[in-house]
């Protein structure tokens, strides 16, 4: 039967034969996933370990610090961070396609990786990865699906193919709830194991078509707003999910005695147990009324915000 400590146990063997005596590093993406794994390996080759928190310029609103005090305080994980926001934000200048936007932040993340890893030692041979077993099946076909593609999963089906790093990815046979359990396991706080999932292309596939510096902190702004609210309500814990997108379209509004012609912001949230399939979470309406009362009259740059009702199948869970 399965049980986190046996899964532990396993895992501890398996990387300590596999990596011997090479450094490994491993790209922490703020997530639950990436978080497990790194505790993980950790547990298994101890100091062999670096952990790289790339900050890509995509992330949300104080993400950082947030991942730099959680991960130094809780995981005692040799930790560094680089700011490669220009590299990134450059690198996707212009471009709307959203598995193009998949493509670049995988082939980038790997180039920081490899700039990084130079700096780290140079007997780093393994790179962890925290992919899950739901990562691997969507981004080869759909659920019982003909065999297409969905969405790359930038850990998945967007790495170089020339990459020089072995991969370890100890997660790729589990689940979202199995991986908390392990986290669990492994020590790691509630607020970690607990957080909801972020996609490791981050805010690039919640701005919707090209990704701009002006765009992106518009969608922060509105997104803090709305998980601040959703924490505010007590909803947090019920929700797989919650996120703001920001639409590449304009409406017509009024504020005081002027005609405003501005950005529209969507909101998402839904439950789900493996993000394989998904409903829209059914939001007491008084919520939706604060979050949508405080976006309008709080970002500038957008003067409407709709909610997503749409379940997955037939839509996804991000937009992109
Ligand atoms: P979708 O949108 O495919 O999302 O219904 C299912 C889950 O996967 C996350 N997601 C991603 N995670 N790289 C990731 O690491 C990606 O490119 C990516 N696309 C979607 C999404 O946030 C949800 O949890």
Redesign the pocket.
Known sequence: DWTPGAFIDDEVAKIRAKVGTSRVICGL?GGVDSAVAAALVHRAIGDQLTCIFVDTGLLRLHERDQVERTFRRHLGIDLRVIDASDRFLDALDGVEDPEQK?KIIGHTFIDVFEDASASVGEDVKFLVQGTLY??VI?SASPTGGPSVT??????VG?LKPDMKFGLIEPLRELFKDEVRNVGRELGLPEEMVGRH?????GLA?RVLGAVTRDALGVLRQADAIYLEEIHEAGLYDEI??AFAVLLPVRSVGVMGDYRTYENVVALRAVTSTD??T?DWFPFPHDVLARVSNRIINEVRGVNRVVYDVSS?PPA???WE
Request: charged share 20%; hydrophobic share 25%.
């Open positions: 993406s998949r739901p990562d969507e969905i969405k790359t999963h930038h850990n967007g999932p972020f996609p490791g292309p596939i797989w999910q993000g394989m998904a997955k996804t869970i991000e």
